[in-house]
């Protein structure tokens, strides 16, 4: 929530007072009130699914072997690994068939790139043949795809960002919800111009572009991790198969983390579970026993 003085009134004896705007949003992002334009204060207040996040789960996945860390990156500047964007999706798609399959079906699988989706819905379906894997690709509308999903308790729904928002399952049917990497939209003008502003008016062109493009993808996380928490009864696990959120074991090479700052924003969205898991089998473990 923000409130924002705009204007002043007099009260019964002649006495200025403030006037103010509020604006109330669920996900709100950090840096509403330099877009709106506001001079405004920031507050942030309980919600009615506190217990609901305690008794779900975070999985973030910890690259557990040399070999893994090879398989997602690639040698870059002066021999430094990097992030390989081309492998993480058949790397994220095993994966997912082993959470799916954990959970029983009741899933919604969420891809930055419709094309990795595919991919996704592709394998569950050769892995799990007696799970029902409906996808946005699959032909007709939006809505009537999710009905099917949500009518059919044990399937498994996948998409990309337009399911991100909107999408409303409470109960077991979306009992788990696995992103496969942070949703960072493209370079694109717009945005373009937003970094641009701010570097200017500071100075530091890479705190812009975590301000724009960071805080942007943040938002868009967040309304993809509540898909899963619709009612104060639902509990679960939101995975996010992207092991740049974690930091880097001390003492130890990898895995690929992303700058501390930029990894911050990302983590804020996704602070409030009560269970915070990395291993693999942990993960499998804790779905199994539901």
């Known amino acids: 929530m923000l409130n924002n003085h705009l204007w002043t009134a007099n009260d019964e004896d002649g006495e200025p007072y403030q006037l103010s705007v509020t604006a109330i949003s669920a996900t709100l992002p950090v840096n509403y009130a330099q877009r709106a334009g506001l001079v405004a204060e920031r507050r942030t207040y309980p919600t009615p699914f506190t217990e609901a996040y305690a008794g779900s789960s975070l999985f973030i996945p910890q690259l557990e072997s040399q070999e893994e860390l090879a398989t997602l990156t690639r040698e870059g500047y002066r021999g430094k690994r990097s992030f390989d964007s081309s492998a993480h999706p058949a790397w994220a798609a095993e994966l997912i068939v082993d959470l799916v399959r954990a959970n029983g079906g009741r899933a919604l699988v969420l891809s930055a790139k419709a094309v990795d989706g595919k991919l996704y819905a592709e394998r569950l379906r050769r892995a799990l043949p007696d799970i029902t894997v409906h996808s946005q690709w699959d032909g007709g509308t939006p809505s009537r795809i999710t009905t099917e999903w949500r009518q059919d ?86 995975a996010c198969l992207d092991p740049r959120l974690l930091k880097a074991p001390a003492g130890r090479p990898g895995p690929i983390t992303y700058p501390e700052p930029t990894r911050q924003i990302y983590m804020e969205t996704l602070d409030h579970f009560g269970h915070k898991l990395s291993a693999r089998g942990s993960a499998v473990e804790w779905l199994s026993a539901r």
């Open 153 to 238: 308790i044990g399937s498994v729904l996948v998409g990309t960002k337009s399911l991100m928002t909107g999408v409303d399952a409470p109960g077991e049917t979306c009992s788990l919800v696995i992103v496969d990497r942070i949703p960072r939209s493209p370079s694109n003008p717009i945005d373009d111009a937003r970094v641009e502003e701010l570097e200017a008016r500071t100075g530091d062109r890479w705190a812009a572009d975590r301000y724009v493009y960071a805080v942007d993808a943040a938002l868009l996380l967040s309304q993809a991790a509540g898909r899963l928490i619709r009612h104060t009864s639902d509990r679960g696990m939101v």
